[in-house]
C-alpha cells in the first residue's frame, strides 16, 4: 500500500529540459512539462515544431542531448522501448499504422499482447495464444471491431485499422498511452467513434494519454489540458478553451 502512495504522489510522466538538436538546429529547446495520473494530454503545434522529436526522445527512439525523463518517479532515458512498455506500462501508436495486413484482427491484437510479454517469437512459431485470446476479444468488444475479429487486417478501411491500431496498443493494459497523430487520414464518423472510445478507456481504467494531433477539433474535445510547441519550446499550456483564445497559439498556426 505503501508504494501505491508513494507512485500515485509522482506524475505519471515528468519531462524535464529535453533539448535534442540535428545538425546544428534545435528540435526540442528545453522543453519541461507533467503529466499527471488520469489526465488527457494534448501536444499541439505547428509542423516542424518538434513533436514528435520530443515523442522519440521521451520513449527511447532517440536519446536527447540533455534532460531527464521519468514515468512514475522512475529515470527511463537510456530504456529501450520493450522495456518501457513491459516493466513501466508505457505504449504508443505511431503516425504510420503499425498493423499486419496479412493476419486477421484476433491475431493482430494477440501478437500485440504477446510483444509485451515477450513472447512474440511463440506466436509467429505457431505456439499457442498463451491465453491472451480472452483478453484480446475483450478489446475487440470494447473498440466494437467484434464484425471484423475474424477479417484480415489489410482488408479494412484506413479508419477501421486505426481503430485496431489503438486496440494493439491497449493490449498490455498500459498506464501511460502516447498516441502520435491518431485523427490522421480518419473520416469524421470513424473520428467521433476513436473520440468516445479512447474517453471511455481513459474514464473506465484511470489510464493516461498524451495526444500528438494536427486536428484541432479533436484535440480541443477530446483532451482535458493542452500544451503547444513551436519552434522546439513549449508557447501556451492550458484548457482547450484558454488554448483556442490564445493570441501567441494563433499566431503560431496562421504563422506558420
Known amino acids: 500500500a505503501g508504494g501505491a502512495a508513494m507512485t500515485a504522489e509522482a506524475p505519471v510522466l515528468d519531462v ?3 533539448s535534442k538538436s540535428f545538425g546544428g538546429i534545435k528540435a526540442v529547446d528545453d522543453v519541461s512539462f507533467t503529466v499527471n495520473r488520469g489526465e488527457i494530454l494534448g ?3 505547428p509542423n516542424g515544431s518538434g513533436k514528435s522529436t520530443l515523442f522519440n526522445c521521451i520513449l527511447g527512439q532517440s536519446r536527447p542531448d540533455k534532460g531527464k525523463v521519468e514515468v512514475n ?5 537510456g530504456m529501450r522501448p520493450c522495456d518501457l512498455s513491459k516493466r513501466l506500462g508505457v505504449a504508443r501508436t505511431f503516425q504510420m499504422l503499425q498493423v499486419f495486413p496479412q493476419m486477421t484482427v484476433l491475431d493482430n491484437i494477440i501478437l500485440a499482447g504477446q510483444e509485451h510479454s515477450g513472447t512474440m517469437l511463440g506466436r509467429l512459431m505457431g505456439a499457442s495464444d498463451a ?6 476479444d475483450r478489446l475487440i468488444a470494447f473498440f466494437r471491431l467484434g464484425h471484423l475479429r ?3 487486417a489489410g482488408s ?3 479508419g477501421q485499422q ?3 491500431d489503438a486496440a494493439m496498443a491497449f493490449m498490455a493494459g498500459p498506464q501511460l498511452v502516447l498516441l502520435d497523430e491518431p485523427a490522421g487520414g480518419v473520416n469524421l464518423t470513424m473520428l467521433e467513434h476513436l473520440k468516445d472510445r479512447l474517453s471511455t478507456y481513459n474514464r473506465e481504467n484511470g489510464s493516461t494519454f498524451v495526444v500528438i494531433e494536427h486536428n484541432m477539433e479533436f484535440v ?3 483532451c482535458t489540458r493542452i500544451l503547444v510547441l513551436a519552434n522546439g519550446a513549449i508557447i501556451a499550456e492550458g484548457s482547450p478553451e484558454e488554448v483556442r483564445a490564445n493570441p501567441i497559439v494563433i499566431e503560431a498556426y496562421l504563422g506558420s
Open 16 to 18: 524535464r529540459n529535453i
Open 220 to 222: 480541443m474535445s477530446l
Open 156 to 158: 479494412l478501411s484506413y
Open 131 to 136: 491465453g491472451l485470446t480472452e483478453s484480446a
Open 73 to 77: 518517479g522512475k529515470p527511463v532515458l
Open 150 to 152: 475474424d477479417e484480415l
Open 43 to 45: 501536444l499541439i503545434g
Open 162 to 164: 486505426k481503430l485496431l
